[in-house]
């Protein structure tokens, strides 16, 4: 018989430097990222704040933060973005219910788990907006959920700069990211 694993067992978790998340009451464990995850997740995180809050668009969070997309899942995403409208969802135990945006930067250890588990998850909790950073291919994928599934929006690649839905006037600079 399966253990369905809720957000009470996640709170007894050790504070131990590995990443928990439970996926549909399943425990999933992650090494810590390594630093040129966090330089782009810092790079990134920048970025998209500057722009969200000098136009009063809302909050942008990053990892560590509890994203409660309901009692048995909980995910603690690289960065999230939670439009103005929707900011009475953080709470003090984290994001309690879908966020506008998530972004999920690969490492080596969460291709499958970002490409795959998470993919179907955000998309099964109604996330609007995902975004995949490829730190190897130097490359964003931003999906957008439509008619119940993701469906690719936009990509960054390269050198120019790229719009990335939900904002269409913030021109991302692929050399302001990349270490």
């Given amino acids: 018989m399966r253990t369905i694993?809720?957000?009470k067992?996640?709170?007894a978790l050790p504070?131990?430097?590995?990443?928990?998340e439970v996926h549909e009451g399943e425990l999933s464990v992650t090494p810590a990222p390594s630093p040129r995850h966090q330089q782009v997740t810092r790079n990134l995180a920048i970025a998209l704040h500057e722009h969200v809050k000098g136009?009063?668009?809302?909050?942008?969070?990053?990892?560590?933060i509890d994203c409660i997309l309901s009692d048995i899942s909980v995910v603690q995403p690289d960065i999230v973005y939670v439009e103005t409208g929707r900011l009475a969802i953080i709470s003090s135990r984290g994001i309690e219910g879908p966020p506008t945006l998530v972004i999920e930067i690969l490492s080596p250890s969460t291709v499958q788990i970002d490409r795959s588990v998470k993919f179907q998850l955000y998309a099964?909790?109604?996330?609007?907006?995902?975004?995949?950073v490829d730190l190897e291919a130097?490359?964003?994928?931003?999906?957008?959920?439509?008619?119940?599934?993701?469906?690719?929006?936009?990509?960054?690649?390269?050198?120019?700069?790229?719009f990335l839905p939900p904002f269409p006037d913030l021109a991302l600079d692929p050399a302001s990211l990349w270490p």
């Fill in 138 to 162: 130097r490359t964003s994928e931003a999906y957008r959920f439509a008619g119940g599934a993701y469906e690719r929006a936009a990509s960054m690649q390269g050198s120019a700069p790229a």
């Fill in 9 to 11: 067992d996640y709170e």
């Fill in 15 to 20: 504070a131990d430097g590995r990443r928990y």
């Fill in 124 to 132: 099964r909790h109604g996330v609007p907006h995902y975004w995949i």
């Fill in 55 to 64: 136009r009063g668009l809302g909050e942008v969070l990053f990892s560590p």
């Fill in 5 to 7: 694993l809720t957000y």
